[in-house]
């Protein structure tokens, strides 16, 4: 569960474009890959070779994003590990909108987003301390571990499904099933609403301020805030032995979740509790059958799939980008000073390919045994659900292994279809053959 946003800034109106000489207007895409963040408008697919350009002219620098809007990206490793824990970028949510949309519009935006928006993603020390101390006294590991035989179970019953058929799309049979029903059990959440669900975080997932799409991602957020609130109330009735039961009773001395960040924590939980996993098995998956010769290294030693799974992170991570941070005073990374009020993009995606750190960074390697990649984030905001997603994968791809090991895929590379959205990376389908 990494820092995936349901409604932390903009995604499908706002992708970073390369801005000209001397920043003037951004220039129009081409087929260079010069669009930094071009696989998510459909362009080529592979938007590696763009984060490459936009790291060799400085690993921090200005960029405009659709909407004309200039944010400072970061695509260094030791950059944005040095962001992503610096005290003095803001992840405070509703300082951000005020600072983003600024004038009348900010009111509008508050609306949307502040009754699911008092989250750990969304918040500064000392709020975020406090969040996440008592969101951790009920996600404990012990409480993810106990998931393992159920996960198996799950697993196993959907590729039994895929053992009766010789093709099938890999996310909608697989990927997206497994986490959904685990999430929902462990929340304690009725997994035949998993289509609301669904529905809501493809609304809010693909919203942009200057999007069309803002009404639709509004309307997903009150239905649900109102889902939620019914659940809560539901759980303080009849507690059980589930997540959100323990975190209406979670408390820290006098300190308690209140009602806002209850349902801002459990919607940030199943929004990343399951989207971050489902990308993590479609896009390792996917790198697997673009690398055959990796796919048959792990049919030959399974025992290397712990360590694959975190290559798999490290090459084609589920989070290309995390929630926006800005600059609370001038901050100097990587030698290049940011101003005090700057909206700052951190690019994991770009990171986690630099030469400074990775040697040969383009290429999966699934022998590399260097899990020190930034796939979950770094410092304050690490992944808190980071133990859930690796038990899931460590679940998944040796089940896939074995059942299929003449798994291939059904298109060419190239006809994949990406998601679009700035902050997540996944496919829209994994079109495979079975046999």
Not at 54 to 80: H, I, K, Q, Y
């Amino acid at each position: 569960m990494a820092e995936a946003r349901g409604f932390e800034g903009a995604a499908r109106a706002d992708v970073p474009l390369r801005a000209g000489p001397g920043g003037e207007a951004p220039s129009a895409p081409d087929a260079a890959g010069l669009v930094w963040g071009a696989h998510v408008l459909g362009w080529p697919a592979d938007p590696f070779q763009a984060y490459s350009n936009a790291r060799a002219d400085s690993p921090v620098r200005e960029a405009t994003l659709r909407s004309g809007r200039r944010v400072w990206l970061v695509t260094g490793f030791a950059e944005a590990k040095a962001a992503l824990a610096d005290p003095r970028l803001s992840t405070d949510g509703r300082r951000f909108y005020r600072r983003w949309w600024g004038g009348s519009t900010a009111g509008d935006a508050e609306d949307l987003d502040v009754s699911l928006a008092e989250h750990m993603l969304s918040t500064d020390p000392p709020d975020h301390t406090r969040l996440r101390r008592l969101v951790s006294q009920a996600f404990t590991l012990s409480r993810v571990e106990g998931l393992r035989p159920r996960i198996v179970e799950v697993a196993t019953e959907l590729a039994d499904a895929l053992g009766q058929r010789d093709s099938a799309d890999l996310i909608e049979d697989f990927a997206f099933p497994l986490p959904i029903r685990v999430i929902c059990e462990l929340l304690g959440v009725a997994v035949t609403d998993e289509a609301k669900f669904r529905r809501w975080f493809r609304a809010m997932i693909s919203f942009g301020p200057a999007d069309a799409t803002r009404h639709v991602a509004q309307a997903a957020a009150i239905e649900a805030a109102g889902y939620l609130s019914e659940l809560l109330a539901a759980k303080r009735a009849e507690p059980a032995d589930d997540l959100v039961s323990a975190l209406v009773a979670a408390r820290d001395g006098e300190q308690v979740l209140s009602e806002a960040e209850l349902m801002s924590m459990v919607f940030l939980l199943l929004l990343a509790g399951h989207e971050t996993t489902v990308n993590l098995i479609g896009n390792g998956v996917a790198a697997l059958l673009r690398h055959p010769e990796e796919f048959q290294l792990l049919l030959d030693r399974p025992s290397l799939v712990p360590a694959a799974i975190e290559e798999l992170l490290r090459f084609d991570g589920p989070v290309h980008h995390p929630a926006f941070r800005f600059t609370t005073e001038a901050v100097t990374l990587g030698g290049v000073t940011v101003p005090a009020g700057q909206i700052v993009l951190v690019a994991l995606g770009a990171a986690n390919r630099d030469p400074a750190r990775f040697a040969d960074p383009d290429r999966l390697d699934v022998t590399r045994g260097d899990g020190q990649h930034l796939a979950f984030g770094h410092g304050p905001h690490f992944c808190l659900g980071a133990p859930l997603a690796r038990l899931e994968a460590r679940v998944a791809f040796p089940l896939l292994l074995a059942r299929f090991p003449g798994l291939r895929l059904a298109v060419p590379p190239e006809e994949l279809v990406w998601r679009e959205g700035i902050f997540l990376r996944g496919l829209e389908a994994l079109p495979v053959l079975l046999r």
